[in-house]
């Protein structure tokens, strides 16, 4: 999609926004709540038209055209599936709703709950599951039409870790096989090992995108955190004391951060912490992670 704009209501929720998925990539789209996430989705599955700009999906216009809609599978963040049914009569159901022929249906449902591994618990009541259990019978439903584009909103909210590495093996697999994916998730450590790219949403617009390593060389090159862990909580005096030293509070009253010029250390800052008779429990370096890129969009858009 390129310069897309979207408003609801009052809101101008995306403001030029483009963004292009590429043949067996896992996108993971980030940012805060509310800045578009969902409404990028409901722009690809063609529920929703641009005020401005174009939407593509497979060449087509999904929000005109079936052929791209037919492409794609949305797995949403609720289960979508009939509490009363097995999973495997569920997955029937939807097969059929899919418009599958009659004589595929069996196999694309043995398919579907192999890729997921649920073939297991496919006799029981989708009531009966766990949370992680009634998750990947969702996404079952979701391959049932082996799609080239999947969508996933929020897809391992909630769920077990077990469930979420089966998770992450399956969208491994079907990235591997060549199809697109596009996750959202606030989960900063599964937006890192499982996503070849990443794009962080902020004021409508992609505000970083690329590889997380690329990301964080980018943004940070040699730059490592110095976060000072103190003895005691600091008097205002210590307080300004820590702030002159370049220091900036956490939400942890102990902790205290600021960047190192790069690799190499701390610099003066542990003697000048001990001609301040600052009582130091701690002083170490840490490498950024995504949730320091986050922080740095967000501080430039707040
Ligand atoms: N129908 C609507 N009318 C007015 N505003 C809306 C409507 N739908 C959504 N919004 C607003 O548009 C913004 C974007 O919503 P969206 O659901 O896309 O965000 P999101 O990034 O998916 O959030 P979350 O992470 O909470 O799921 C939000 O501020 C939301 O309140």
Redo the contacts with the bound molecule.
Sequence with gaps: MSEVHVR????E?LRGLNLSLKQGEIYSLL??????????MRLLTGQLRPASGDVRVFGGDPSREAAPRRMMSLVPQDIALYPRLTVRENLEIMAGMAGLPKRDIPSRVEEAMALVQVEGRQRDLMDHLSGGYKRRANIAAALLTRPRLLLL??PTVGVDIEARLSLHRTLRHLRDEGASILL?T?DLDEAKSLADRIGV?ASGRMAEEGPVSDILRRMFGDRREVVVTLSREPGETVKSVLERLGLASTENPLEWTSWSAGVEGFGSLPAALRRHDIDLNEIRLREPGLEHVLAHVEGMHS
Excluded: I, P, Y
Excluded at 8 to 11: K, N
Excluded at 32 to 40: A, C, D, E, Q
């Design positions: 609801l209501g009052a809101r929720v940012g805060r709540n509310g800045t578009g996430k969902t409404t990028l909103d929020e959202t606030h949403l």
